[in-house]
């Protein structure tokens, strides 16, 4: 298999994973980091896959990166964006440019790599556009305001931009995790677990799996949806509002 594939911040828990499922299942990968080096390194060493730094929040830099993507010989198949920000304050306290890092990181980060990719992917009818989003998106929860916005902006935008692109023959989809067990998450008290009715945390595995899945051709048909991975807390919430 020779379809290249991008995944934004490819040192964390779910990162890594995805990584590791997609170079296992014989894409070639290449992943950005931000600051942990050396994770870095051990990754591609272990995977083979090509580490580029980019600090998603700095927008001159990811706009010249985009830049870069359009000018490679090699087009990409797919594109991951999994790495994310989060701001946690009250609705009523946010800090107006605290928010504005975690949009930059998690949209407008996205909408400028789409640019970088897009072009190769209509151009050869084939790809596969995926990003990672939130439960809280569609879920009040007390303290996500500004990262629920975040992820709900990117769910709308990737909906418009399945129809601009489906016709060229790529996709474009949302994979919204729950509680994942990772060090993003912190310190999970046992009885938030057990509210959830597979009645444990997601793993990192699962998401990258979901990954997998999104891009290999049985998946054509799937296009401008948000597949949650939840073990069924969503439906828990909304059945308990």
């Not at 051990?42 to 083979?48: D, K, N, R, Y």
């Not at 946010?94 to 990181?105: C, K, L, T």
Request: aromatic share 6%; proline share 2%; hydrophobic share 50%.
């Amino acid at each position: 298999m020779a379809d290249r594939v991008l995944v934004t911040g490819g040192t964390g828990g779910i990162g890594g994973a995805i990584v590791r499922r997609l170079a296992a299942d014989g894409y070639p990968v290449t992943f950005t980091w931000r600051s942990d080096e050396a994770t870095a390194r051990a990754l591609a060493e272990e995977t083979g896959a090509e580490a580029l730094r980019l600090d998603l929040a700095d927008r001159p830099a990811v706009t010249a990166f985009a830049e870069g993507l359009q000018a490679r010989d090699e087009a990409f198949y797919g594109f991951v964006h999994n790495a994310g920000a989060t701001h946690d304050a009250l609705a009523a306290t946010i800090d107006i440019e605290r928010a504005a890092e975690v949009m930059q990181v998690n949209l407008f980060a996205f909408m400028a790599l789409v640019k970088g990719v897009v072009r190769g992917m209509t151009a050869a009818r084939r790809g596969r556009i995926l990003a990672i989003g939130a439960l809280a998106a569609s879920r009040g929860i007390v303290g996500n305001g500004a990262y629920a916005a975040s992820k709900a902006a990117l769910e709308s935008y990737v909906r418009t931009l399945m129809t601009e692109v489906a016709r060229r023959g790529v996709t474009a989809n949302v994979i919204a995790p729950g509680w994942i067990d990772t060090a993003m998450a912190g310190e999970t008290p046992p009885v938030l677990a057990k509210s959830i009715p597979a009645q444990r945390l997601g793993k990192a595995t699962e998401i990258a799996a979901t990954v997998a899945f999104l891009l290999r051709d049985e998946a054509a048909y799937v296009n401008g949806t948000t597949l949650t991975v939840d073990g069924g807390l969503g439906g828990l919430l909304a059945a308990t509002k």
